[in-house]
């Protein structure tokens, strides 16, 4: 099995910063999109940043600027630095990795998310 753990959230005023971090970890062969989704309260859950494993970036339009998506291949572990956050930001941030593992002696390339990190940021 793979699992995915967040950890980084939490409470800072607008304008400041976090940083999350998801390892990833498990049978795994291959991570190849890593990234980082957010749901605010009552709302759908949608792509905040993501990333390739050759390095390639997506953003929101809302993160561009201000956040920074990178990760470390070695580690299986995708970090996502939010800077001049604003309330507008908060939210469930949930990682989201694409990976291929080995299950039971055969390959599985599937979907996989953590349970989801709060971040909240104060007016």
């Known amino acids: 099995q793979v699992q995915l753990v967040e950890s980084g959230g939490g409470l800072v005023q607008a304008g400041g910063s976090l940083r999350l971090s998801c390892a990833a970890s498990g049978s795994i062969i291959s991570t190849d999109v890593m990234g980082w989704y957010r749901q605010p309260p009552g709302k759908q859950r949608d792509l905040v940043a993501r990333?390739?494993?050759?390095?390639?970036?997506n953003y929101a339009d809302s993160a561009k600027g201000r956040f920074t998506v990178s990760r470390d291949n070695a580690k299986n572990t995708v970090y996502l630095q939010m800077n001049s956050l604003k309330p507008e930001d908060t939210g469930v941030y949930y990682c989201?990795?694409?990976?291929?593992?080995?299950?039971?002696?055969?390959?599985?390339?599937?979907?996989?998310w953590g349970q989801g990190t709060q971040v909240t940021v104060s007016s």
């Open positions: 990333i390739t494993n050759e390095g390639s970036t």
């Open positions: 989201y990795g694409h990976v291929l593992s080995a299950i039971r002696g055969s390959l599985l390339r599937d979907d996989y």
